[in-house]
Protein backbone atom coordinates (compact mmCIF):
# COMPACT_ATOMS: atom_id res chain seq x y z
CA UNK A 1 0.00 0.00 0.00
CA UNK A 2 3.07 2.01 0.59
CA UNK A 3 4.79 1.12 -2.25
CA UNK A 4 7.09 -1.74 -0.33
CA UNK A 5 4.18 -3.68 0.83
CA UNK A 6 1.04 -5.12 -0.04
CA UNK A 7 -2.83 -3.56 1.50
CA UNK A 8 -4.95 -6.10 3.49
CA UNK A 9 -7.49 -7.06 1.72
CA UNK A 10 -10.47 -5.40 4.26
CA UNK A 11 -8.24 -2.22 2.71
CA UNK A 12 -8.59 -3.02 -0.90
CA UNK A 13 -12.30 -4.04 -0.63
CA UNK A 14 -12.73 -0.44 0.70
CA UNK A 15 -11.23 0.95 -2.25
CA UNK A 16 -13.91 -0.97 -4.73
CA UNK A 17 -16.75 1.39 -6.56
CA UNK A 18 -20.23 0.58 -4.64
CA UNK A 19 -20.31 -2.14 -2.72
CA UNK A 20 -16.79 -2.84 -0.54
CA UNK A 21 -15.83 -6.60 -2.24
CA UNK A 22 -12.48 -7.77 -2.52
CA UNK A 23 -11.47 -10.83 -4.72
CA UNK A 24 -9.23 -13.23 -7.03
CA UNK A 25 -8.31 -13.17 -10.12
CA UNK A 26 -6.72 -15.70 -11.84
CA UNK A 27 -6.06 -16.40 -15.55
CA UNK A 28 -4.28 -19.21 -17.93
CA UNK A 29 -3.31 -19.36 -21.09
CA UNK A 30 -5.90 -22.05 -23.41
CA UNK A 31 -3.33 -24.89 -24.30
CA UNK A 32 -0.32 -23.41 -23.74
CA UNK A 33 1.76 -27.28 -23.26
CA UNK A 34 -0.11 -28.01 -26.45
CA UNK A 35 1.61 -25.09 -28.49
CA UNK A 36 5.15 -25.88 -27.10
CA UNK A 37 4.68 -29.83 -27.93
CA UNK A 38 4.15 -28.41 -31.70
CA UNK A 39 7.27 -26.37 -31.49
CA UNK A 40 9.67 -28.90 -34.01
CA UNK A 41 12.95 -27.73 -31.78
CA UNK A 42 14.85 -26.59 -29.07
CA UNK A 43 15.86 -23.69 -30.41
CA UNK A 44 12.38 -22.80 -30.99
CA UNK A 45 10.96 -23.95 -27.36
CA UNK A 46 13.42 -22.20 -24.94
CA UNK A 47 12.37 -18.55 -26.63
CA UNK A 48 8.60 -19.10 -27.04
CA UNK A 49 8.27 -19.97 -23.46
CA UNK A 50 10.52 -16.85 -22.28
CA UNK A 51 8.27 -15.03 -23.98
CA UNK A 52 5.47 -15.87 -22.73
CA UNK A 53 7.03 -15.98 -19.28
CA UNK A 54 8.30 -12.07 -20.22
CA UNK A 55 4.84 -11.06 -20.90
CA UNK A 56 3.00 -12.17 -17.67
CA UNK A 57 5.87 -10.87 -15.78
CA UNK A 58 6.51 -7.50 -17.74
CA UNK A 59 3.17 -6.67 -18.75
CA UNK A 60 1.63 -7.47 -15.33
CA UNK A 61 3.39 -5.20 -13.47
CA UNK A 62 3.36 -2.39 -15.24
CA UNK A 63 -0.76 -2.92 -15.36
CA UNK A 64 -0.16 -3.37 -11.71
CA UNK A 65 1.38 0.12 -11.36
CA UNK A 66 -0.78 2.41 -13.26
CA UNK A 67 -2.80 4.75 -11.31
CA UNK A 68 -6.43 2.75 -12.02
CA UNK A 69 -4.96 -0.29 -10.35
CA UNK A 70 -2.02 0.20 -7.78
CA UNK A 71 -3.69 1.42 -4.65
CA UNK A 72 -6.56 -1.32 -5.58
CA UNK A 73 -5.03 -4.77 -6.59
CA UNK A 74 -1.57 -6.75 -5.81
CA UNK A 75 0.01 -9.64 -7.51
CA UNK A 76 -0.07 -13.24 -5.97
CA UNK A 77 2.14 -14.22 -9.06
CA UNK A 78 3.23 -14.61 -12.48
CA UNK A 79 4.06 -17.56 -14.20
CA UNK A 80 4.84 -18.91 -17.72
CA UNK A 81 1.31 -19.28 -18.83
CA UNK A 82 -0.80 -18.06 -16.20
CA UNK A 83 -1.11 -15.19 -13.33
CA UNK A 84 -2.88 -14.38 -9.95
CA UNK A 85 -3.81 -11.31 -8.19
CA UNK A 86 -6.26 -10.41 -5.71
CA UNK A 87 -7.58 -6.74 -5.09
CA UNK A 88 -10.93 -4.82 -5.30
CA UNK A 89 -13.69 -6.43 -7.04
CA UNK A 90 -14.51 -4.07 -9.68
CA UNK A 91 -10.65 -3.79 -10.57
CA UNK A 92 -10.26 -7.04 -11.14
CA UNK A 93 -12.53 -6.82 -13.93
CA UNK A 94 -11.50 -3.51 -15.41
CA UNK A 95 -7.77 -5.57 -15.28
CA UNK A 96 -9.04 -8.53 -16.54
CA UNK A 97 -10.35 -6.80 -20.01
CA UNK A 98 -7.03 -5.23 -20.65
CA UNK A 99 -5.08 -7.96 -19.99
CA UNK A 100 -6.70 -10.34 -22.23
CA UNK A 101 -6.28 -6.94 -25.10
CA UNK A 102 -2.84 -7.11 -24.21
CA UNK A 103 -2.34 -10.47 -24.25
CA UNK A 104 -4.00 -10.61 -27.99
CA UNK A 105 -2.25 -8.09 -29.06
CA UNK A 106 0.94 -10.33 -28.02
CA UNK A 107 -0.03 -13.40 -29.98
CA UNK A 108 -1.27 -11.37 -33.04
CA UNK A 109 2.41 -9.66 -33.06
CA UNK A 110 4.64 -12.67 -32.11
CA UNK A 111 2.58 -16.20 -33.10
CA UNK A 112 1.57 -15.36 -36.27
CA UNK A 113 3.94 -17.66 -37.55
CA UNK A 114 2.26 -20.26 -35.91
CA UNK A 115 -0.58 -22.32 -37.00
CA UNK A 116 -3.60 -23.19 -35.08
CA UNK A 117 -5.24 -21.73 -32.31
CA UNK A 118 -2.94 -23.36 -29.37
CA UNK A 119 -1.55 -21.00 -27.10
CA UNK A 120 -3.34 -17.48 -28.53
CA UNK A 121 -5.94 -17.41 -26.38
CA UNK A 122 -6.40 -16.86 -22.26
CA UNK A 123 -9.15 -17.95 -20.03
CA UNK A 124 -9.61 -16.55 -16.91
CA UNK A 125 -11.98 -16.31 -13.25
CA UNK A 126 -13.25 -14.05 -10.72
CA UNK A 127 -14.12 -15.24 -7.16
CA UNK A 128 -15.77 -13.04 -4.32
CA UNK A 129 -15.13 -12.84 -0.89
CA UNK A 130 -18.18 -13.81 0.75
CA UNK A 131 -17.56 -11.60 3.29
CA UNK A 132 -14.29 -8.78 3.99
CA UNK A 133 -12.21 -11.41 6.36
CA UNK A 134 -12.49 -14.00 4.33
CA UNK A 135 -9.37 -16.24 3.89
CA UNK A 136 -7.11 -15.10 0.66
CA UNK A 137 -6.37 -18.82 0.26
CA UNK A 138 -9.79 -20.11 0.16
CA UNK A 139 -11.03 -17.39 -2.47
CA UNK A 140 -7.80 -18.14 -4.62
CA UNK A 141 -8.74 -21.95 -4.70
CA UNK A 142 -12.44 -20.66 -5.84
CA UNK A 143 -11.45 -19.04 -8.67
CA UNK A 144 -9.21 -22.13 -9.66
CA UNK A 145 -12.33 -24.17 -9.79
CA UNK A 146 -14.38 -20.89 -11.64
CA UNK A 147 -11.01 -21.51 -14.04
CA UNK A 148 -11.72 -25.10 -14.53
CA UNK A 149 -15.11 -24.76 -15.01
CA UNK A 150 -14.54 -21.64 -18.04
CA UNK A 151 -12.22 -23.95 -19.15
CA UNK A 152 -13.91 -26.94 -19.69
CA UNK A 153 -17.22 -25.03 -20.99
CA UNK A 154 -15.28 -23.29 -23.69
CA UNK A 155 -11.41 -21.61 -23.89
CA UNK A 156 -11.39 -17.46 -24.89
CA UNK A 157 -13.60 -17.01 -22.20
CA UNK A 158 -13.95 -15.48 -18.31
CA UNK A 159 -15.96 -16.84 -15.45
CA UNK A 160 -17.95 -13.68 -13.87
CA UNK A 161 -20.44 -13.41 -11.14
CA UNK A 162 -21.62 -16.73 -11.98
CA UNK A 163 -21.61 -16.65 -15.56
CA UNK A 164 -19.02 -17.65 -18.29
CA UNK A 165 -18.29 -15.16 -20.91
CA UNK A 166 -16.97 -15.07 -24.46
CA UNK A 167 -14.60 -11.78 -24.37
CA UNK A 168 -17.06 -10.09 -26.54
CA UNK A 169 -19.89 -10.21 -24.57
CA UNK A 170 -17.88 -9.37 -21.62
CA UNK A 171 -17.76 -6.36 -23.38
CA UNK A 172 -21.40 -6.37 -24.43
CA UNK A 173 -21.72 -6.86 -20.01
CA UNK A 174 -19.89 -3.56 -19.60
CA UNK A 175 -21.99 -1.21 -21.67
CA UNK A 176 -25.34 -2.82 -20.36
CA UNK A 177 -24.19 -2.14 -16.44
CA UNK A 178 -23.04 1.34 -18.07
CA UNK A 179 -26.93 1.83 -19.03
CA UNK A 180 -28.23 0.17 -15.56
CA UNK A 181 -26.20 2.52 -13.96
CA UNK A 182 -27.05 5.74 -15.18
CA UNK A 183 -30.96 4.67 -14.84
CA UNK A 184 -30.36 4.16 -11.38
CA UNK A 185 -27.89 7.60 -10.87
CA UNK A 186 -29.42 10.01 -13.09
CA UNK A 187 -32.94 8.88 -13.31
CA UNK A 188 -33.22 7.67 -9.83
CA UNK A 189 -34.54 4.73 -10.67
CA UNK A 190 -34.60 2.26 -7.64
CA UNK A 191 -32.77 -0.30 -6.76
CA UNK A 192 -35.99 -2.65 -6.87
CA UNK A 193 -35.88 -1.94 -10.84
CA UNK A 194 -32.69 -4.12 -11.08
CA UNK A 195 -34.40 -6.73 -9.42
CA UNK A 196 -37.38 -7.11 -11.04
CA UNK A 197 -34.78 -6.79 -14.17
CA UNK A 198 -33.20 -9.80 -12.98
CA UNK A 199 -36.47 -11.63 -12.47
CA UNK A 200 -37.12 -11.61 -16.26
CA UNK A 201 -34.03 -14.50 -16.18
CA UNK A 202 -36.47 -16.68 -14.02
CA UNK A 203 -39.28 -16.38 -15.92
CA UNK A 204 -38.68 -16.27 -19.76
CA UNK A 205 -37.36 -19.50 -20.03
CA UNK A 206 -37.41 -20.84 -23.60
CA UNK A 207 -39.13 -24.16 -22.71
CA UNK A 208 -41.80 -22.17 -21.23
CA UNK A 209 -45.36 -22.72 -22.41
CA UNK A 210 -47.12 -19.88 -24.41
CA UNK A 211 -44.36 -19.95 -27.28
CA UNK A 212 -42.24 -16.38 -28.49
CA UNK A 213 -45.02 -14.40 -29.67
CA UNK A 214 -46.53 -14.47 -25.85
CA UNK A 215 -43.11 -14.63 -23.85
CA UNK A 216 -42.45 -11.53 -26.38
CA UNK A 217 -45.58 -9.81 -25.07
CA UNK A 218 -44.90 -10.29 -21.39
CA UNK A 219 -41.47 -9.47 -21.41
CA UNK A 220 -42.32 -5.87 -23.30
CA UNK A 221 -45.64 -5.49 -20.90
CA UNK A 222 -43.33 -5.99 -17.75
CA UNK A 223 -40.36 -4.27 -18.91
CA UNK A 224 -42.80 -1.29 -20.22
CA UNK A 225 -44.15 -1.49 -16.76
CA UNK A 226 -40.78 -1.41 -14.91
CA UNK A 227 -39.61 1.94 -16.95
CA UNK A 228 -42.58 4.18 -17.52
CA UNK A 229 -43.01 7.69 -16.06
CA UNK A 230 -41.38 9.86 -18.05
CA UNK A 231 -41.04 11.28 -21.28
CA UNK A 232 -37.46 12.66 -20.94
CA UNK A 233 -35.70 12.38 -24.40
CA UNK A 234 -32.27 10.76 -22.59
CA UNK A 235 -34.65 8.45 -20.70
CA UNK A 236 -36.13 6.82 -23.36
CA UNK A 237 -33.28 6.33 -25.31
CA UNK A 238 -31.55 4.70 -22.43
CA UNK A 239 -34.36 2.67 -21.84
CA UNK A 240 -34.75 1.15 -25.75
CA UNK A 241 -30.88 0.68 -25.59
CA UNK A 242 -31.34 -1.55 -22.70
CA UNK A 243 -34.10 -3.50 -24.37
CA UNK A 244 -32.29 -3.93 -27.24
CA UNK A 245 -28.70 -5.05 -25.22
CA UNK A 246 -31.04 -7.71 -23.14
CA UNK A 247 -32.53 -9.37 -26.15
CA UNK A 248 -30.88 -8.57 -29.09
CA UNK A 249 -31.38 -6.13 -31.39
CA UNK A 250 -32.81 -8.34 -34.54
CA UNK A 251 -34.53 -11.15 -32.52
CA UNK A 252 -37.97 -11.40 -33.07
CA UNK A 253 -38.33 -12.95 -29.73
CA UNK A 254 -37.10 -12.89 -26.08
CA UNK A 255 -33.90 -14.68 -25.87
CA UNK A 256 -32.43 -12.59 -22.81
CA UNK A 257 -28.44 -12.56 -23.75
CA UNK A 258 -25.79 -14.10 -21.30
CA UNK A 259 -24.22 -10.78 -20.82
CA UNK A 260 -27.43 -9.66 -19.79
CA UNK A 261 -27.42 -11.30 -15.93
CA UNK A 262 -23.51 -10.46 -15.52
CA UNK A 263 -24.43 -6.83 -16.13
CA UNK A 264 -27.28 -6.86 -13.54
CA UNK A 265 -25.17 -8.61 -10.61
CA UNK A 266 -22.67 -5.80 -11.84
CA UNK A 267 -25.04 -3.01 -11.81
CA UNK A 268 -26.07 -4.05 -8.36
CA UNK A 269 -22.87 -4.10 -7.37
CA UNK A 270 -21.95 -0.69 -8.18
CA UNK A 271 -24.76 0.94 -6.85
CA UNK A 272 -24.39 -0.54 -3.47
CA UNK A 273 -22.63 1.26 -0.67
Known amino acids: DDGKSAAPVQTLARRAQGRSIWGVLRGDVDNFSLRLRRVPNIEEHVPLSVLYKQFFAGELEVLCS ?3 FWRKVSIIYSGGDDFAVYGAWDALIALAREIQRLFHRFTEENLKEYPGAEGKTISMAIALAPETHYPLAAVYKEAGRNLDLAKAADRDCIYLLGRILEWRHLNDAADLKDTV ?80 LVALEWARLVTEG
Do not use: C
Open 66 to 68: LPE
Open 181 to 260: TRLVHDFRMSRQFLYQLRSFYRHESPGEPGGDVQRTWRFQRRFNRILSGTRDREFQKLRAHLVNELVGRKSAEVKLRPAG
